[in-house]
């Protein structure tokens, strides 16, 4: 069964940074290599949005993090991070590493990201 364990979520001050991983097991890298990871984020009160995925093809930011997060994905290891830099209080949220694998979506437990002064 495909599993997708988060680490790296906590409290951080504005301006500062923190590092997302999500280690995903339960198939073959071959298998998780096809497929598209990600990270998406839900705030209280709101709807769960993407954040970063890490396409075949490319990646995807939502606009409002665009030069401040960066996904990495490591094929070797079935991983995927997200740096995110120079945050801000608008970015406190639970993220969730995603993996879709067409018919079926694999999401983590959500690692909780606060960020205040």
């Known amino acids: 069964q495909v599993q997708l364990v988060e680490s790296g979520g906590g409290l951080v001050q504005p301006g500062g940074s923190l590092t997302l991983a999500c280690v995903a097991s339960?198939?073959?890298?071959?298998?998780?290599?096809?497929?598209?990871m990600g990270w998406y984020r839900q705030a209280p009160g709101k709807q769960r949005e993407m954040v970063a995925v890490?396409?075949?093809?490319?990646?995807n930011y939502a606009d409002s993090v665009k030069g401040r997060f960066t996904i990495f994905r490591d094929f070797t290891r079935n991983m995927v991070s997200l740096q995110m830099n120079s945050l801000k209080t608008e970015d406190t949220a639970i993220y969730y590493c995603?993996?879709?694998?067409?018919?079926?979506?694999?999401w983590g437990q959500g690692t909780q990201v606060t960020v205040s002064s």
């Open positions: 995603n993996l879709d694998m067409g018919m079926t979506v694999y």
């Open positions: 339960g198939a073959s890298g071959a298998i998780f290599n096809g497929y598209d």
């Open positions: 890490r396409k075949l093809g490319g990646t």
